[in-house]
Structure formats: C-alpha cells, structure tokens
C-alpha cells in the first residue's frame, strides 16, 4: 500500500465546511483513494472511495487531483458529531484480501 | 449495509489468562479479515490478515504463538490473545472484505477493549 501523509489536526466550525487534505505521491494506478473516519472508542467507519474523478455521496465528497497525487475530502456541513479522525488509504480495488494499512490520521474537532 | 460484528466489545480479565475474540461478518462471506490493535492515541496497527481454511498471514513483529487466529468459517474468525499480560491491554478491531460487483469495501467491527490485570 502506498504511504500517505496527513495533517495531525484540523479545527473547524460547526456548520462550515471541513477540508481535509492527503498527499499520496507514490500511488500507484490500480490503487483507489479510500477515506476512514474513526470515533473515539468506535470501529473505523467508510466515507467513501474513488480512482480518479471527483466522487460524492451522503457523508461527503472526494476531489482527487490530475496527476492523483493528492486528494481533499470535503464535509460540506460539519456537525459536531463529525468529529473524529479521519484516514487517507491508498489500497488496490480488484484483489481481495490486500492488506490495508493505516497513517496517523487527521483529527477533526469541530466547535460550536 | 453489510456488518462485521466483535465479541465481547470489552473484557477485564487476570495476567496469565488467555482471552479470545471473535468477529462475524454478519450478512456476507468474507474469505480474508484482517485484525488490528490500537492503543490509545494511536493509529490502528494491522496485526494479521486471517484467511479462511488456512493460516494466518502475521505482521512482522507479532507473535503467532502469543496471537492465535483462526479462521474456520467464512463468517468466522477469532482471535485468541494467549497469557495475557498488561502490555497486551488494548482495543482490537477486526475487519472483513466484501466484494461486489464494481466496489470493494472494508467493512469494521466495533472493536474490543481488553483490559489486563
């Protein structure tokens, strides 16, 4: 799995929009971008995932740039119980059962 | 959504004794899952990828012996933490794979906290 480097933390106001950036400069083209979010004491839980277009869905959405390089994923109306910390993952799509290894994260604290 | 399940989600138990855990996945096979440990204000650290009807695939550094994984059914995998000790205390998440047709997800337990006297 290719590595990926987040920010530590983000702060962001309850209502606004959280943008949260990944850099994965080594990733690979049959590796998709995949997010994680992570509430204290709770089991990971997907956001979403995508190869090379901008995805969206309910939770959030996911801009990757040109080159895939980097990747934003955006909550466009952060609520409180929004915070937690977030994982970038690199992984392959198509073969099953590879392993998946995760970076410190981001931690989100959204204020009221 | 398809749901992987842990048991216990917490459990207290004495040095020396050994503990498992277990994780189904709840509405989907899953021939591979994956185990983690996390402590506290750390990432999750992958432990071993549990793949069923034959051994486990260890990181480097985990003990085998100490961390015994089986994985007899598809729905199915425990892990059994042996003598265990206070450095053992940790939250444990397992995970499984679901494929299905133009998506692949990693679907989490809810975790298990293990606390070592």
């Known amino acids: 799995d290719a590595k990926t480097t987040q920010p530590p933390s983000m702060d962001c106001a309850e209502g606004r929009a959280a943008n949260l950036p990944c850099n994965h400069s080594?990733?690979?083209?049959?590796?998709?971008v995949y997010w994680y979010r992570q509430i204290h004491s709770q089991g990971p839980q997907y956001i979403i995932h995508?190869?090379?277009n901008n995805e969206t869905n309910e939770m959030a959405s996911l801009i990757i740039t040109e080159d895939r390089k980097s990747s934003t994923l955006i909550l466009p109306h952060a609520t409180l119980r929004d915070t937690a910390v977030y994982y970038c993952i690199v992984r392959e799509r198509e073969t099953s059962g590879s392993r998946l290894t995760f970076g410190e994260g981001t931690q989100l604290t959204v204020n009221p | 959504g398809a749901v992987v399940s842990q048991h216990p989600s917490w459990v207290i138990c004495k040095s020396g004794t050994s503990v498992k855990i277990e994780c189904r996945s709840l509405?989907?096979?899953?021939?591979?899952m994956f185990w983690y440990r996390q402590f506290p204000k750390q990432s999750l650290m992958l432990m071993a990828t549990s793949n069923e009807g034959s051994k486990a695939t260890y990181e480097q550094g985990v003990e085998k012996d100490k961390f015994l994984i089986n994985h007899a059914s598809l729905t199915l995998s425990t892990l059994t933490v042996t003598s265990a000790h206070p450095e053992d205390s940790s939250f444990y998440i397992c995970?499984?794979?679901?494929?299905?047709?133009?998506?692949?997800?990693?679907?989490f337990g809810e975790g298990s906290r293990l606390t070592v006297l």
């Open positions: 080594t990733i690979s083209g049959n590796e998709y």
């Open positions: 995508g190869l090379k």
């Open positions: 995970s499984a794979d679901l494929m299905r047709t133009g998506n692949r997800e990693l679907f």
């Open positions: 509405d989907f096979q899953a021939t591979t």
